[in-house]
Every structure is written in C-alpha cells, then in structure tokens.
C-alpha cells in the first residue's frame, strides 16, 4: 500500500490522497481507485500495465491519446453525449511512470456519475451497449488507420491463436480429463472455421478491441451509456472483431465465469437490443460486406477466446490471470458451450441481423 500511495502521488493532479482501492476485474492489468480529498476532481484510475502482455506499453499510451483527443474534438465540435477518459500525467510530464521493480504504471481520469456491469441486466441497459459500441466506432472512424500502432500484434486473428495451440499441444503432449478431451475435439472440428473472417477479405478500420459489457459506463441516473472505457486494445482491426466481442459477452447471461458451464447459452433477444443500438450509430459506416460477416463474427469471437482461454490454461496460465488452478479451463468451457449455442441458434440470429439491418 506504502508503494501505491507513492505511485499514486506521482499522478495526483491535486488534492489529497484518501485511499487506493483495487477496483474491476480485468483479466490482465492491475486497477486501482484512487480517491482524493481537497480536489475536484475526487477519483482517478490507476493502472499498472502487464507488460508481459503489452510489450510496448509506450505506444499504448500514444494509441490512447491518439483516440481521446479525436473523440473529444469530435465531441467538442457535434455536441455528442459522450465521454472519452483523459489520460492525466505523471509530474514529470510524461504519459506514464516506471518504478523500480520496473512496473509501468499509468493514470486515467474517472467517468463520474457511471458504473459497468458484468451482465446485461435488461434489454434497455442492452441497447445501450450496443449504442456505445456504434457511438465509439463512429466517432474514430474517420482517424486514418496509419495513426495508430499495432499494439498487440495478432490480436483476434484466429488463425494465430489456433497455431499457437497447435505449437502448445505438439510441445506438451495430450491430454486426459474429460473437459480438455471435450476441448481438444471442440477446437479440431472447427479448424477451417477459424479463417473465416481473415479470409473475407474486410477492411481495417480503428476498432475498441475489448467492447464488452463491464467496459460500458451507464449513467447512474439517466441509465444512458455515457462512456466506453479500456482502451488498450484500440488499435487498427476488423470491426467484426468488436461486433462479435461485445455480443459474446452481453448475450451470454450467465457470465464469463457461470458456475455451471454446461447451462451457458446465448440470449438471442438480448442480440437483437444490442444489435439495435448498435446500428442506429454503425449504419453510417458499415456497408454490405460487413452485415454479410456479422453472424461469423459472433461465433468466431465467442469460439476465438475460449481457444485464447483453453491454451492458456494449457500452456500453464502465462496470459490471463486466474483465481484458481483451471480457472482458465472453465472460462474457456464457458466460451465454448456460448459458441455451441450461437451456432444452435442460427438461423434466429441472422434472421435477427437482416431485420435489424433492414
Ligand atoms: C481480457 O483484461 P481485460 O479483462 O480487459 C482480454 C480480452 C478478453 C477479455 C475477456 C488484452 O480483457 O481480449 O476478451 O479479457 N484482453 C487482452 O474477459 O487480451
Ligand atoms: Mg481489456
């Protein structure tokens, strides 16, 4: 606590320090509230990057500035109900700080008034989702892809993440229990499928990259999405990338973690609120091409992270953090029987694309 209240001093932008709390749930960085007393500014958030993962937070911060200072000029300029978090600096000036153990630390300025949640808890919070999704995409998608950096290279292209397993099983040998046997053949029956959005030969645009449930911040008070916050990922993609991400994650009502796996499915009307809010923004942009790859998008990122979960846990949990030995197991059975259910169901959901579209 001692080092954190040091590493929170070093961003304050003024006030006291109160308290540094761990906040969210973040699979992969460290988040903390800090609290200050004597400013207007009462929160901010403090993070420290895994740099296992971003191997270049440097350029995340640029990517991050690059994408906040678009969307508040946009806003600023069409009087958009929206937020975009401020990156504050350290006193030094610079986007971030390094310790002495080496950790990269960052700060961000807090949405007040909001909160996320991890399930959609009705089809109004739904649509609003989905109209975050479309608002945000809307408003970067005239910043020219050559201004971003590729932070996380082969970040969603499956094909990458099927190789990767591949190389893992061939380095560790098979495996017995019944749910990586379940798995294995899971993944194996749909080898051909992991191509299909790379092979659709779609255009990259500046995406989120992470556009799921708990990244939405709804107003307290109007229920209104104000705010898409994790911008780590924002960085040239597919948009199909966060089409399929944040419909694998709001329709699946019983959470990335549901206890019992095996009762996980797809909510095909909870689809249809956040595809609505989505396109009364994306229908600006989006053209035929892309509704054509909107079902595939949905299974493909539902199938795609349960495979990134699966040979994580494989390799032995090097990429996302677990609360239990098979915790990763589970995520991905939970991914699986999600994508299980996308593919029973559809027939409904593309019916439900066409109508939306429409
Ligand atoms: C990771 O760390 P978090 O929770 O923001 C992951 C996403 C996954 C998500 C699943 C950089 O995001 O791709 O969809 O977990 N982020 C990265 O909850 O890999
Ligand atoms: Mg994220």
Redesign the pocket.
């Known amino acids: 606590m001692e080092n954190l209240n040091h590493i929170a001093e070093q961003f304050k932008p003024g006030g006291n320090i109160v308290k540094v709390k761990e906040f969210g749930n973040?699979?992969?960085?460290d988040t903390y509230i800090v609290t200050l007393e004597d400013h207007a500014e009462k929160k901010f958030v403090l993070q420290r990057i895994n740099t296992h993962?971003f191997k270049q937070p440097k350029l995340i911060m640029q990517n991050m500035r690059t994408f906040t200072e678009h969307v508040h000029q946009r806003v600023r300029n069409e009087g958009h109900a929206w937020e975009a978090p401020r990156v504050i600096s350290a006193k030094d000036g610079l986007d971030f700080l390094i310790d002495d153990d080496n950790n990269f630390w960052r700060a961000i300025s807090f949405v007040d008034n909001a909160q996320s949640h991890d399930i959609i808890k009705d089809l109004d919070h739904a649509r609003e989702v989905g109209h975050a999704l479309g608002t945000f995409q809307n408003l970067i998608s005239d910043l020219p892809i050559e201004s971003l950096a590729d932070t996380?290279e082969g970040?969603h292209i499956t094909p990458r993440y099927l190789q990767s397993y591949y190389w893992v099983l061939m380095k560790n040998g098979t495996h017995t229990s019944p749910e990586v046997q379940y798995g294995m053949k899971f993944i194996e029956d749909r080898r051909d499928f992991a191509h299909v959005l790379e092979n659709a030969n779609l255009p990259l645009r500046p995406i989120h990259g992470?556009p799921?449930v708990n990244n939405v911040m709804i107003h307290t008070s109007t229920g209104k999405a104000v705010s898409i916050v994790?911008l780590?990922?924002g960085k040239p993609g597919l948009v199909h990338y966060d089409i399929g991400?944040c419909l694998r994650s709001g329709c699946n009502p019983l959470g990335?973690d549901a206890e019992d796996w095996e009762a996980v499915h797809f909510d095909p009307e909870i689809g249809s609120a956040i595809l609505e809010g989505y396109l009364t923004e994306a229908r600006a942009f989006l053209t035929t091409a892309d509704y054509d790859h909107m079902f595939n998008a949905i299974r493909l990122i539902a199938f795609e992270?349960g495979l990134r979960f699966f040979t994580d846990h494989l390799v032995g949990d090097v990429y996302?953090k677990v609360k239990y030995p098979g915790h990763n197991l589970h995520r991905a059975l939970v991914q699986f029987k999600l994508t299980e259910s996308i593919e029973a169901h559809e027939a409904d959901i593309r019916h439900i694309i066409k109508s939306t579209v429409a």
């Open positions: 973040g699979n992969i960085n993962v996380l970040f992470d799921k994790d780590d990922t991400d990335e992270l996302f």
